[in-house]
């Protein structure tokens, strides 16, 4: 079990486009539970499959839990049992000692951004990258769980 403590931010896009970027690594995921306070989700990237459970959030933490599933499994679950998916391309960004992830939205959630960034506790500081925008963190529209029953590009 681990405590997930995670901000999330809008993208300014202009600066965002502008900026010379790393390889992105392309993410498909959906969801086997969606329930206030459970998130059981299945995820499957370019190498690797992974099942993660997240409980409740209260003030950006919640309980993570995360393992590693074999590629081949996971697809198989994706198809069989989760239905509403999310696409995205994950972009992994170092700026001044903290791990960035930017995610870029396909599929029905085209035109969205969301960096985020974990941290160690609430109380952390950290600076903020000149292409962060708007902090979301708190709102719900913004979860990925969310995105997966109410896409974007029908707000």
């Not at 969606?34 to 959030?57: L, Y």
């Not at 903020?128 to 979860?143: A, F, I, M, N, Q």
């Amino acid at each position: 079990m681990q405590l997930e403590i995670e901000r999330k931010f809008l993208i300014e896009k202009d600066l965002w486009y502008a900026l010379k970027k790393p390889i992105g690594e392309d993410i498909t995921q959906a969801y086997l539970v969606n329930e206030p306070g459970k998130v059981i989700r299945i995820r499957v990237t370019d190498s690797d499959g992974f099942i993660n459970i997240k409980g409740p959030i209260e003030n950006a933490t919640r309980l993570e839990f995360e393992y590693p599933v074999p590629r081949e499994d996971a697809l198989e679950i994706l198809n069989l049992f989760a239905s509403k998916r999310i696409e995205k391309i994950r972009y992994k960004i170092e700026f001044h000692g903290h791990l960035w992830e930017i995610d870029e939205f396909f599929g029905d959630n085209e035109g969205l951004v969301i960096a985020e960034i974990e941290l160690k506790s609430q109380e952390e500081s950290f600076d903020k990258p000149s292409w962060l925008g708007e902090e979301v963190t708190h709102d719900h529209r913004y979860y990925n769980s969310y995105l997966s029953e109410h896409p974007y590009i029908k707000w």
